[in-house]
């Protein structure tokens, strides 16, 4: 069956420190891989998204991802975090339908 | 609209009232989805429009669950005999199409609870 998996619950991180925030899918012929934040009592917005092509991608808010075929990964990461960045994360695949499907979120904690 | 709009926001309902969760997607936007988030649970896919008409229903839990879409726009989520495992944020997403996959537009969801 397709999974997506975020291997981390909670990601703690004290500001201007690097992070990142790890996503596996199950492997198939054609994937896309997304990346969305949460902030507190909020929809999902579109950090960045993974179709073709290049397979390191940016997004909003200075974060980055890679998209690794060999060890069907899809980590997010980010150089240098601010307190803004405190989220729930949550990385999704869109296989051959036209659902996602979602990991179960990762929450990261921006400590001054 | 500007974005996806749902309603109400949050509701507080006794176990065994029926409830109905609105979504208003963007203008213009031919699919719909319907997600559940429970804490710890990640979101879970409930179920798809496409226009009016429902391709994929497979992920609503049980016959309580049933959803409508009409005009191809605003759906309606309907939850009948609530229980308290139905507490959770529903949230609604749109789409422009269903060519590609450019990302859905999320609502800020409504936070269910059943008391």
């Known amino acids: 069956a397709q999974s997506v998996t975020q291997l981390d619950s909670q990601v703690p991180v004290f500001e201007e420190a690097p992070v990142e925030l790890r996503c596996n899918y199950s492997s198939s012929v054609s994937v896309y891989l997304f990346w969305y934040v949460q902030y507190p009592n909020q929809g999902l917005q579109l950090l960045l998204k993974y179709l073709s092509g290049s397979t390191l991608v940016k997004g909003i808010n200075g974060f980055e991802a890679e998209f690794n075929k060999s060890q069907t990964s899809f980590h997010l990461r980010k150089p240098s975090v601010h307190i803004s960045d405190t989220a729930e994360y949550f990385c999704?695949?869109?296989?051959?339908?036209?659902?996602?499907?979602f990991g179960t979120g990762t929450r990261l904690q921006v400590f001054p | 609209g500007a974005g996806v709009s749902q309603s109400p926001s949050n509701k507080v309902t006794e176990k065994g009232k029926d409830v109905e969760l609105r979504c208003d997607p963007i203008?213009?936007?031919?699919?719909l989805y319907w997600y559940r988030q429970s804490l710890g649970q990640g979101l879970e896919f409930l179920i798809y429009?496409?226009?009016?008409?429902?391709?994929?229903k497979s992920g609503l839990p049980s016959d309580r669950f049933s959803a409508e879409r009409t005009g191809g726009s605003v759906s309606t989520l309907t939850i009948q005999r609530t229980q308290q495992e139905d507490s959770a944020v529903y949230l609604c997403a749109s789409r422009q199409n269903r060519q590609g996959h450019n990302g859905y537009t999320f609502g800020s969801g409504t936070r269910l609870t059943v008391v």
């Open positions: 429009f496409q226009g009016n008409s429902a391709p994929d």
């Open positions: 999704a695949g869109a296989y051959n339908t036209d659902k996602l499907i």
């Open positions: 203008s213009g936007h031919t699919a």
